[in-house]
């Protein structure tokens, strides 16, 4: 992505050689001009249809009154968003997605952190400790969501029958409004600590060793001490990019809302990607869906754009 | 590696030990509990009593029920073709394009890479209606097609191999034209085969992206005979009273289970593929 904010194409090797060129000449080989269109064009033309014009239709959908099946289209500004900001269902649903990531992010960042730093730290069974923390993000989240209802199942599962044992209090995790979305959370870190490890494992093996060369002289030689001055500094801006990619991933959670919970009980699940699946597709709203879906969408732009940021800045570092 | 000239003492050898071992217990709790009840008859899973491994083994009832009640093979074939598809095209039409962003000189260049920068940000998840609109429209809601066409093109895909075409010296594609080879020809027969890790780290991240998506599938077919591993998953749950757990374990192991053989088969691909498109 570093590409983003810089639109240098290092013109001046890109001539065969004997034509030395200042600036780059568009067109000089007249064949690439149309190598270009037919190399590009599939993908140009398939990238219009399925992602730019589809963007374009969401939004006038979501600013008219057009409904499934009808061919009337009347311009009505901000009605939509209107209906869905008064709509308790879909505060209820933001606010939700905003208490869920709130959990899963710094879960999954702390807990992905102290699992890579763990690793690193010592030189045994290394790749053993990667390979099954990794595992629940390959894993089919639908397929788990079934094995999570059988461990979190009231009378039988796992969960309560431990918890009851050692006198925990035990509940109906997934029918229970106060447990729910906690629950759901807990899913979610486990489902996307390993990623959050693996790009810290990547980080931590990108500092260089003088730096911690440098530390042992500087009296810096305990773990704690190198730990302090030079791994978490030096992290940070990975760190950084981690949260963000994070919060993505949280942001878009949609399969075990849609398995276990079905957004209940009295929407007390209800995550912003499930309320616009529901909106859309169960209760063919098209303006209402497609509100939700541009406020879903604003959403997730402003994050990636941070993370892209986030990367230019990583590399500036380097 | 090189950190390790600070040999670790072996109490904090042990804690290191004992806290990563707990932590791979949580993680790996659930499959262990998915197998266990996965093996058990229905009496065994529904007394109130922990046991790793069942008193009478039930894997043949469990496995055979989620074989042939679930359609299960069904659904795997279902979910070979389509990610296999999906990948092929997007290896088709995204490289050549990547090829012609990176090497090729042309008026609109930085125009279209700003388009596919634009695909980048969009979450898929936000083209659905339309999408669904444009199936209905050309009649291919409820087929192959329509969990394959969304994800032909992959802006991520054209991303990622332009990077790296960028990477490659001017002089070899200065040098395969002198040869007499054709810009296609030139893609196909020397950007690609160089391009392997980038291939293989996208194929990972598309196959893995599709095989587990719930989403798209839950909107685009109806027909059982056409649903993908998750979805058929979803079905299963649904279709059956959902205190079958047995059969539904079994199934959910044979769902994820292609996934994490791979997965373990080639652990270093899949994890240097995925932090290296993560961070690049």
């Known amino acids: 992505m570093s590409a983003v904010n810089a639109p240098s194409y290092d013109a001046s090797s890109r001539q065969p050689d004997g034509i030395r060129q200042v600036r780059a000449l568009p067109r000089r080989r007249p064949g690439e001009v149309f190598a270009a269109v037919a190399l590009a064009g599939p993908a140009m033309a398939l990238l219009l249809v399925l992602f730019i014009l589809p963007v374009v239709a969401i939004v006038a959908v979501a600013v008219t009154d057009w409904q499934f099946g009808t061919r009337s289209l009347n311009f009505i500004g901000l009605a939509n968003f209107r209906a869905i900001f008064a709509d308790d269902i879909f505060l209820a649903s933001l606010r939700n997605t905003a208490i869920y990531v709130s959990i899963v992010m710094p879960g999954t960042v702390l807990g992905g952190l102290a699992i890579a730093l763990l690793i ?9 400790y990667r390979a099954i ?25 796992l969960v309560n029958n431990t918890f009851a044992a050692v006198g925990l209090p035990t509940a109906n ?3 229970d409004e106060t447990t729910v979305l906690p629950v759901l959370a807990v899913i979610g870190i486990w489902q996307n600590l390993g990623f959050a490890m693996v790009l810290f494992l990547a980080g931590l093996k990108s500092i260089p060793q003088d730096l911690y060369d440098a530390a042992d002289i500087d009296g810096a030689d305990q773990w704690l001490d190198r730990l302090i001055t030079v791994t978490l500094p030096m992290l940070g801006p990975i760190a950084m990019f981690v949260v963000v990619v994070v919060a993505l991933r949280a942001f878009e959670a949609f399969d ?22 529901r909106e859309s597709f169960e209760f063919l709203r098209a303006g209402y869906g497609a509100a939700i879906t541009v406020v879903f969408l604003v959403i997730a732009i402003t994050l990636t754009l941070i993370q892209a940021r986030l990367i230019d800045k990583r590399v500036h570092y380097q | 590696m090189s950190r390790a000239d600070h040999r670790l003492s072996w109490p904090v050898a042990m804690a290191r030990h004992a806290l990563l071992l707990a932590g791979s217990g949580l993680m790996l709790l659930p499959f262990v509990w998915m197998i266990s009840l996965s093996l058990k008859p229905p009496e065994e899973i529904f007394r109130s009593s922990f046991s790793l491994l069942p008193q009478h083994w039930y894997v043949i009832e469990n496995y055979a029920k989620a ?6 093979p069904r659904y795997m074939a279902n ?13 088709l039409i995204c490289a050549p394009c990547a090829y012609a962003l990176a090497k090729l000189e042309f008026a609109g260049r930085d125009l279209l890479f700003r388009l596919v920068l634009v695909g980048l940000l969009i979450p898929h998840q936000v083209l659905a209606v339309p999408l669904f609109i444009l199936g209905y429209r050309v009649g291919l809601l409820n087929s192959y097609a329509a969990l ?29 034209r002198l040869d007499g080879l054709s810009e296609l020809a030139i893609v196909w027969r020397i950007m690609l085969p160089m391009a392997m890790p980038t291939i293989v780290a996208f194929s990972i991240l598309s196959v893995v992206a599709h095989w587990n998506d719930l989403f798209w599938p839950l909107i685009a077919v109806k027909s059982p005979k056409l649903m993908p591993p998750a979805l058929g998953v979803v079905i299963f749950r649904g279709g059956e009273a959902s205190t079958e757990y047995g059969p539904l374990m079994a199934g ?12 373990i088969v080639v652990q270093r691909w899949f994890i240097e593929g995925l932090t290296s498109t993560s961070l690049k």
């Open chain 1, 120 to 128: 690193e730290s010592g030189d045994s069974l290394r790749g053993f």
């Open chain 2, 252 to 263: 959910a192991v044979l769902v994820i289970l292609p996934l994490v053989l791979a997965f």
């Open chain 2, 79 to 91: 979910g070979v073709l389509v990610c296999a598809s999906i990948l092929a095209l997007q290896i």
């Open chain 1, 256 to 277: 075990t809302v849609q398995i276990l919970t079905q957004g209940g009980p009295g929407h007390a699940s209800e995550l912003l990607l499930h309320t616009l699946y």
């Open chain 1, 133 to 157: 923390h990794f595992l629940p993000f390959m894993a089919t989240l639908a397929a788990m969501a079934t094995v999570w209802e059988a461990l979190l199942h009231p009378t039988i599962g």
């Open chain 2, 67 to 72: 074989l042939t009640a679930a359609a299960l």
């Open chain 1, 173 to 175: 995790w997934l029918r």
């Open chain 2, 148 to 176: 394959i066409f969304p994800f032909v093109v992959s802006p991520f895909g054209i991303f990622l191999f332009r990077q790296f075409f960028r990477s490659i010296p001017d002089e070899i594609v200065h040098a395969a």
